[in-house]
């Protein structure tokens, strides 16, 4: 089955600097590349995903890459402010079945 | 509009009980599933319904079963609790295989 491996498991990071998380994959066939953010008590909200035929998508701060020769994919935040705290968790999916990274806590220290 | 439904939010149990998580969504969607999360680990999938009248198995199904009661609600039976299913459950649903997944916010099950 799919296995994605994701770094670093915690990252500290200043308000105003970026935060980058980078997540590989072993399943040439995995075809969508969801990134997740949770926070305490809650469950996983969507905060960008990237499908295989896409290398970079941008949403205001945040921004996705994809490299499927080299299979690995990552998350940068730009301008982090306190609210980016956060558990943030990638995936790659082949058709239903979600293979999730172990996660990285995020702290944005004001 | 709610979304993903999960009740209860907590559970205690004691070792042998048998309990049914149960999960609602009210957005149309086609397919549900059901993850664990443990402490330091990603989701792993349990089981997943990709349509109404359809179940199959995830990474991890060993211990559990589930129901597809009709196109908004997907529960999660376990027969025989086992203190190595103390976890975090969360129920997800999709329009199909290919789209978004939302997720719920999750049921605490302790069992003793």
């Known amino acids: 089955g799919e296995n994605v491996e994701q770094h670093p498991s915690t990252l500290s990071v200043q308000e105003g600097d970026s935060a980058v998380i980078k997540c590989t994959y072993s399943?040439?066939?995995?075809?969508?590349f969801p990134w997740y953010k949770q926070e305490l008590g809650k469950g996983p909200q969507l905060i960008i995903d990237?499908?295989?035929?896409?290398g970079e998508k941008k949403d205001q701060r945040i921004a996705v890459t994809l490299n499927k020769t080299a299979k690995h994919f990552s998350l940068h935040i730009t301008e982090t402010q306190p609210e980016d705290s956060a558990v943030y968790f990638c995936?790659?999916?082949?058709?239903?079945?979600?293979?999730f990274g172990a996660g990285t806590t995020v702290t944005v220290r004001a | 509009n709610a979304g993903v439904t999960q009740t209860p939010k907590f559970q205690v149990l004691k070792t042998g009980q048998s309990m049914t998580l149960q999960c609602a969504q009210d957005?149309?969607?086609?397919?549900m599933y059901w993850y664990r999360q443990d402490p330091g680990m990603g989701l792993r999938l349990i089981y997943y319904?990709?349509?109404?009248?359809?179940?199959d198995k995830g990474e991890v199904p060993n211990g559990y079963n589930v129901s597809r009661l009709n196109k908004r609600e997907f529960s999660l039976r376990l027969e025989s609790a086992a203190p190595s299913q103390t976890s975090v459950y969360f129920c997800?649903?999709?329009?199909?295989?290919?789209?978004?997944?939302?997720f719920g916010d999750g049921t605490r099950l302790s069992i003793l």
């Open positions: 997800a649903s999709s329009e199909d295989g290919q789209g978004t997944q939302h």
């Open positions: 995936a790659a999916s082949v058709d239903y079945k979600l293979s």
């Open positions: 957005m149309n969607h086609n397919s």
């Open positions: 319904s990709a349509s109404e009248g359809t179940t």
């Open positions: 990237i499908r295989s035929n896409v």
């Open positions: 399943d040439s066939a995995s075809n969508y």
